[in-house]
């Protein structure tokens, strides 16, 4: 907010940026149970790396778990 009423910067400049989305398991359903072992990747593209950015990479063996408490 403090531009909001002048001129910008002289060095501001528009970029592009990558957000990312925290996800919260709040409820199971088909039969899952809690521990959760969760496995694989998600990956992303966009336009300053056009490589993949791995938000998260876990093998089966290696797998996250997820226990139901806060």
């Known amino acids: ?10 060095d501001a400049k528009v970029m592009a ?3 990312i989305y925290p996800w919260k398991v709040t ?3 088909g039969g899952l149970e ?5 496995f694989g990747f ?3 593209r966009d336009l ?9 990479n876990r093998d089966r ?7 139901g408490t806060a």
């Open 17 to 19: 940026c990558m957000e």
């Open 27 to 29: 409820e199971l359903r």
């Open 42 to 44: 998600i990956a992303v």
């Open 61 to 67: 063996d290696d797998a996250q778990r997820l226990t």
């Open 48 to 56: 300053l790396d056009h490589k993949s950015n791995f938000i998260f």
């Open 1 to 10: 907010m403090s531009h909001t009423y002048n001129d910008k910067p002289f």
């Open 34 to 38: 809690w521990p959760l072992h969760v």
